[in-house]
């Protein structure tokens, strides 16, 4: 769908500078923009780009004043990029109602509103909210509960007694609700206690494709509110996942441990089992964290320590070579 630059503009709460009547037919980024396409630029060098491209208007920072395309001046051009892309590129439209192939069990409760795809099984006693959408092959076990304009993407399942809020996104082949991973040696055999908690996942959580979040051994695994799951990630039974908490793709968190809010933990992160990550803490990507983290710190490496004292002993560790040549031959000059 078309917009001109002014309609964009106030979609943005921004200004143009230039002629806002200009159509503009698409986003694109500089490097492949044709003409009709907005571009963005969040710096000086992407502007250059931008400028260069053949895009007809460029999204931009209110510190921009002067430049020979048209300009939309926003206050944060990367959120206005994110939300002007969801302009032009609209998810698809599910219609109310029930696909034939669906199987649904007499006691659900299924919105008038609500899609139901192509061989989704529905069990008993599960409510599906207003505007949910189940897209194709999911199973929602008995007793579940899927809030307003959540969206579950073909091939999830969702183990009984889950509870999802409103505006959740759960993609293609996530698993929620499966045994935790709890076992007591018993006579040399491993034997499995019973999982018989339940997940949580709170309002406007986003959980990526092939993610697994194991129910509780007792109470609830939480996803807490807002917070965005990369693919590929596991969440052990008993995590509380504070609010808007982002989790980069392979992540493993082990059972019982409690992060706080806006805690980021970069790719492929390892968080060992019963510990607590306080709130506004950040973990680099291939970390393993053995110890309770403070609010607000930076932890990195494996194992996990705080940002500077890791950097100091990678540093000294650049340095070992130099210094274990330096050592010969001091070596050398006192066998003389």
């Not at 609700?177 to 949580?200: M, S």
């Amino acid at each position: 769908m078309p917009f001109t630059a002014a309609e964009i503009a106030r979609q943005m709460q921004g200004e143009v500078l230039g002629d806002g009547s200009i159509i503009l037919n698409s986003f694109a980024p500089a490097s492949r923009a044709q003409a009709g396409d907005l571009t963005f630029a969040e710096n000086a060098d992407y502007l250059a780009l931008a400028e260069k491209s053949a895009a007809s208007a460029i999204i931009v920072d209110q510190s921009v004043s002067a430049s020979p395309k048209v300009l939309i001046r926003v206050a944060n051009p990367r959120v206005a990029f994110a939300r002007t892309l969801a302009l032009f590129f609209p998810e698809p439209i599910f219609k109310a109602g029930v696909h034939p192939t669906a199987v649904i069990a007499k006691s659900a409760k299924v919105d008038s509103t609500a899609h139901v795809g192509p061989h989704c099984v529905v069990g008993e006693n599960v409510f599906v909210g207003a505007r949910a959408v189940l897209q194709g092959g999911d199973h929602i076990g008995d007793n579940s509960k899927i809030g307003d304009d959540t969206r579950i993407f073909p091939n999830v399942t969702v183990y009984p007694e889950t509870k999802i809020g409103d505006r959740v996104r759960i993609h293609s082949g996530s698993v929620i609700g499966a045994d935790g991973f709890g076992y007591v040696p018993d006579g040399g055999v491993h034997l499995k206690v019973p999982q018989i908690g339940h997940v949580i996942i709170c309002d406007d959580v986003e959980l990526g494709a092939n993610v697994t979040v194991d129910r509780g051994a007792l109470g609830p695994t939480i996803i807490g509110k807002g917070s965005k799951v990369d693919n590929l990630v596991q969440i052990g039974h008993n995590v509380v996942l504070g609010e808007h908490c982002i989790v980069v793709s392979q992540v493993g968190i082990a059972g019982s441990t409690k992060l706080g809010h806006s805690v980021t933990l970069g790719g492929q992160v390892g968080v060992g089992g019963h510990l607590k990550i306080g709130n506004n803490v950040s973990v680099a990507a291939q970390a393993g964290v053995m110890h309770d983290i403070p609010d607000g710190e930076k932890w990195m490496g494996a194992p996990a320590q705080p940002d500077r004292q890791a950097k100091r002993q990678m540093i000294a560790l650049q340095q070992l070579p130099e210094l274990i040549q330096r050592i010969k031959k001091l070596e050398k000059k006192s066998d003389q």
